[in-house]
């Protein structure tokens, strides 16, 4: 690659060890997306490259700067987000934890931030370790602690239990939590154990199957209804007409993964069907490309996705 013009760009050490990244990593992503080439003669970066390309792998690395100047950690994903946030020329969307902003890691999750920011009704469509649930309960916990809400409801179809929880023994909240597990852990990595408590005591956190939203009205709430695939039409409808007064809602799933009987009768896809394109409502989707798993989660679900599409034997 020719040097062309070139620039200089001082950084203070350890914003340097994270823009070159481990064995230089970080800085070949940079310099593969805009086609520049990137030094580090010391005290900074040097950038040669056509002026555009300059330009724009500037702003990746002052982004990328400026979560080191946060005392925010930089992974490959962040990097990533910093490149299409350069490229669009739009901010990174964030939202907040007990740990500093929650901020997007891929394109698609920023895109759901800015959904969950200007909706009252977001539907997030997408495979597992996407964040969308993770994302809507660090956006709903702000949304707590800020006051616009006064309390965070999370519900989902409890699958496995068929719904029949009164068979189970113990109080409602032995009953479960079994199936709620993977929220308290994001409730939990965003509030910290001790806030999430004291909150869940004074009842503003609640976390229950559908089942118990029937004849409720949720006002001044954010609610999210988790594993979405799996409600019926009619379950769907019933959580749906919950919304009160200044209360929003998150709705997530997989529609490739509905565990119900008969997957037809999933009320997550009729529900986009109905209502994608009504004033007030956006649509969320994501692909393989935002999961921020192992990076090995994401071949897996490209390879069930591919098996799924060839034709029976």
């Known amino acids: 690659m020719s040097r062309g013009p070139s620039e200089f760009l001082p950084l203070g050490d350890e914003a340097l060890r ?10 070949a992503l940079i310099e593969d997306a805009f086609h520049v080439l990137i ?24 982004f990328l700067a400026g979560r080191v100047a946060s005392r925010l950690e930089v992974t490959p994903a962040d990097v990533r987000v910093a490149i299409d946030q350069a490229r669009s020329g739009g901010p990174a969307a964030s939202s907040a934890s007990r740990r500093g902003p929650v901020a997007a890691k891929t394109a698609g999750q920023a895109r759901y931030l800015d959904a969950l920011a200007g909706h009252d009704l977001v539907f997030a469509l997408g495979p597992a370790g996407t964040g969308k649930t993770f994302l809507a309960v660090a956006h709903g916990a702000s949304l707590l602690r800020s006051g616009v809400v006064e309390r965070l ?15 189970l023994p113990g109080d409602l909240t032995e009953k479960v939590d079994p199936y709620m597990a993977p929220v308290w852990e994001a409730m939990t990595d965003i509030l910290g154990a001790e806030s999430l408590r004291r909150r869940r005591d004074r009842g503003e956190i609640e976390v229950a199957p559908i089942a118990f ?17 799996n409600t019926s039409r009619l379950q769907m409808k019933m959580v749906l007409t919950r919304l009160g007064e200044g209360s929003q809602m998150a709705v997530t799933g997989d ?11 999933s009320g997550l896809a009729h529900a986009v069907s109905l209502l994608q394109g009504m004033e007030g409502v956006s649509v969320a989707h994501f692909s393989v490309a935002d999961v921020v798993r192992h990076p090995l989660v994401g071949r897996i679900v490209e390879a069930y996705e591919a098996d799924k599409a060839r034709p029976p034997l």
């Open 18 to 27: 994270v823009v070159a990244g481990p064995a230089g990593r970080h800085a």
């Open 39 to 62: 030094e580090t003669p010391g005290g900074g970066v040097a950038l040669s490259g056509e002026a555009k390309a300059r330009r724009s792998a500037r702003q990746a690395i002052e």
């Open 153 to 167: 409801v999370v519900t989902r179809p409890a699958v496995e239990a068929g719904e029949r929880l009164g068979f």
């Open 213 to 229: 939203m029937r004849g409720r009205t949720l006002s001044h709430a954010f609610v999210i209804v988790d594993e979405a695939q």
């Open 255 to 265: 529609p490739s993964q509905v565990d119900l009987l008969n997957p037809a009768e």
